[in-house]
Antibody, heavy 119, light 110 residues
């Protein structure tokens, strides 16, 4: 059974960079059939797609976040990562990683991790 | 990119059917058969309920169905059960090769 697990600091200071890693188990991140994505959800609000990456390193980002987002993949560790720079309180959210079928639906999700931006 | 438009809330009694709409544009919902629907219970991760407009993943009840007409997709839940009470989100592929979610709909089972 495929499992995804987010990890990283739960508290980040304003103007700093948020960094999260998603570890995939029970399957290979190098599968040609899937992308791997990040989605976030501010407290009490809806879902927002951040971006997705293919095992080859090809990336697609939400235009509204593109200038601050970097998603990378480490196939040797079966992990992919998110960096979001110059964070503000508006970036406080539960961050999810998920498997994405060829750039479409998200069929497996991590449990999510709350990241709070505060000094 | 703008979020897809969903009603903020819908409600229904046990056994009834409800439909949640998801309106986009010809650049997303209307342009591709890549609409998906997610169920989210409080404090939990979203769960895929419908993909490619009308397909159900293995294990999802056949009480859930999806359809699309023009720029509007719909999720129908028949035979409402108490466990269906949750938030529901639609999502679509876009012409920019990105993904966009709807604002979410809170389903209340009366």
């Amino acid at each position: 059974q495929l499992q995804l697990q987010e990890s990283g600091p739960g508290l980040v200071k304003p103007s700093e960079t948020l960094s999260l890693t998603c570890t995939v188990s029970g399957g290979s991140i190098s599968s040609s059939s899937y992308y791997w994505g990040w989605i976030r959800q501010p407290p009490g609000k809806g879902l927002e797609w951040i971006g997705s990456i293919y095992y080859s390193g090809s990336t697609y980002y939400n235009p509204s976040l593109k200038s601050r987002v970097t998603i990378s993949v480490d196939t040797s560790k079966n992990q992919f990562s998110l960096k979001l720079s110059s964070v503000t309180a508006a970036d406080t959210a539960v961050y999810y990683c998920a498997r994405q079928e060829l750039g479409q639906d998200f069929d497996y999700w991590g449990q999510g991790t709350l990241v709070t931006v505060s000094s | 990119q703008s979020a897809l438009t969903q009603p903020a809330s819908v409600s229904g009694s046990p056994g009834q059917s409800i439909t949640i709409s998801c309106t986009g544009t010809s650049s997303d919902v209307g342009g591709y058969n890549y609409v998906s629907w997610y169920q989210q219970h409080p404090g939990k991760a979203p769960k895929l309920m419908i993909y490619d407009v009308s397909n159900r993943p293995s294990g999802v009840s056949n009480r859930f169905s999806g359809s699309k007409s023009g720029n509007t997709a719909s999720l129908t839940i028949s035979g409402l059960q108490a466990e269906d009470e949750a938030d529901y989100y639609c999502s679509s592929y876009t012409s920019s090769s990105t993904q966009v979610f709807g604002g979410g709909t809170k389903l209340t089972v009366l």
